[in-house]
């Protein structure tokens, strides 16, 4: 009787073990590995998705991922990028977006590497869009050193359900000016902020779990049935 109560408990329980897939990894490096850090590409290495640039800022092309989180060693690239805002001017307006379809998955979850250099911007805001046009914010990270990785910065979206199953979603990391300031810090204690200042990003995941399938939750709610009728001859 144990092993039977053992094994639907189980069974019922098996529909909240679903395992986090990757819907999009951007590694920034060679699609054909060439063993140069100076060249990338943008096109996600794991997944489907589309990374963009925000608000102006642009992109000198590809430097070296040394320090962040990828495994990869010899052909280790990084995303340049800058041309950020005048110091003072267009809070949250510049940086970088990426846009994943969260179709069929659930708890939704974005991390990411970012290497900042010692002029840039210290404070970087992460937002969300549910329909691709309403941003929302919804974590701001302190890179608090110049040139240096800042590895698996980590927003977990779980609760936000309008991130499931949607195919408008996107997220954005920008430039942010100082909490309750009115401009920009530089991310070295020491330099002055500067709008040619550069982000280097590496490892942008965005990872999900798959939506269960009405079946799943027939045969969850059939497994506890079971367990409460055990339950029950055994009392």
Known sequence: MNKIVFLVAALAAAPLAAQADTLALWNFNSTV???????????????????????????????????????????????????????????????????????????????????????????????YTLNGSNWVDAATFDGNAGDTWFNLRTLDLSSVTGANDNTNFALRVLSTFAPSGTGYLASSSTRTYAANGTWRFDMVTVSATPVPEPETYALMLAGLAALGLLARRRA
């Open 33 to 127: 590995p060439d063993n140069s850090t100076s060249t990338g590409s943008t096109l996600p290495a794991v997944g489907s998705g589309t990374a963009s640039l925000v608000g102006g800022v642009t992109s000198p092309g590809f430097n070296s991922g040394a320090g962040s989180s990828d495994p990869e060693t010899s052909d280790d690239s990084g995303w340049q990028t800058t041309t950020y805002a005048a110091q003072g001017a267009g809070n949250k307006t510049r940086g970088v977006q990426f846009s994943v379809s969260t179709l069929g998955f659930e708890n939704i979850v974005f991390s990411y590497d970012l290497r900042h250099s010692n002029t840039s911007s210290r404070y970087e805001a992460v937002q």
